[in-house]
């Protein structure tokens, strides 16, 4: 399942998850959060969906599926957070969460207030099985100023001694002729390593990656078996990426 929202260019959001989901050969479920106006490279309005209707979402669908994974992606209010936590216990789930903290957009644009920020840090993250933030995400749950090729491998170790929980810090943004990616659980930090693909930045990575994670355990894999599995997924699907007219790109079909 994807609890997220809307992206009618359907490079990122639910329908990301969804093809990643179709791909993968999993049955997809999607609870929307949010409705969005974007566009890859390009991002407007967002228009939360009310509590209640989140919740309806995801009582019916936990109540009616066996379900064994969930992803989160955009949750831009507290309240929108609280609620699919209160759904999650009440239904009793017990299978992995894998938390994707979709807090600012890759033009700049913060997608979640301070309450929400804060809500993240002290009760959605704990109650995860795994989250994946990108450097800028990393800087904000850590409130540091930024994240460098220097303190790469200590912002890791800080964020899962901080949550508690196993985390993959995502690495591409450094730019560097690999792009790396760390996961640290109890056993200690593991890397993962693919060719960097210079002058692409796709639209939807961060999506896309988590979703792929989440399928992969969904069919049975460990935590780290769905990482090695969704990293290659994710460096197949940039290079295979669609560009576009506006200089941006969308990403292709990985070649599995």
């Known amino acids: 399942m994807t609890i997220a929202g809307s992206d009618p260019s359907c490079g990122a959001g639910i329908q ?30 967002i228009h939360p969906v009310p509590p209640d209707h989140l919740a309806q979402q995801l009582n019916m669908l936990l109540k009616s599926f066996p379900v064994a994974s969930i992803k989160t992606g955009l949750l ?39 309450e929400g920020i ?11 099985s795994l989250f994946t933030p990108n450097l800028n995400e990393a800087a904000i749950l850590l409130a540091i100023p930024r994240v460098t090729e220097d303190n790469f491998s200590e912002v890791a170790n800080k964020l899962y001694v901080k949550y508690k ?9 450094l730019e560097k002729d690999d792009a790396t990616d760390i996961l ?24 896309t990656y988590s979703a792929a ?12 078996q769905a990482v090695c599995l969704a990293k290659k997924y994710i460096t197949s699907a940039i290079t295979n990426c669609i560009q576009l007219d506006n200089d941006h790109q969308l990403l292709g079909r990985p070649s599995l």
């Open 16 to 45: 990301a998850d969804i093809n990643v989901f179709a791909n993968l050969n999993v049955h997809g479920l999607s609870a929307l959060t949010c409705s969005t106006a974007q566009i890859p490279g390009d991002f407007g309005e």
């Open 76 to 114: 831009n209010s507290a309240i929108l957070m609280e609620t699919t936590l209160e759904c999650l216990e009440h239904n009793r789930f017990s299978g992995y969460l894998i938390v994707d903290p979709v807090i600012q957009s890759s033009s700049g644009k913060m997608l979640v207030d301070n």
């Open 118 to 128: 804060a809500l993240f840090r002290e009760q959605f993250i704990p109650r995860s």
């Open 165 to 173: 929980v196993p985390v993959l810090l995502k690495g591409g943004h």
């Open 184 to 207: 640290v659980t109890e056993n200690g930090q593991k890397h993962f390593k693919a060719p960097f693909s210079h002058g692409l930045s796709p639209h939807g990575t961060g999506c």
């Open 213 to 224: 994670i989440t399928a992969y355990i969904a069919l049975g894999h460990s935590l780290e």
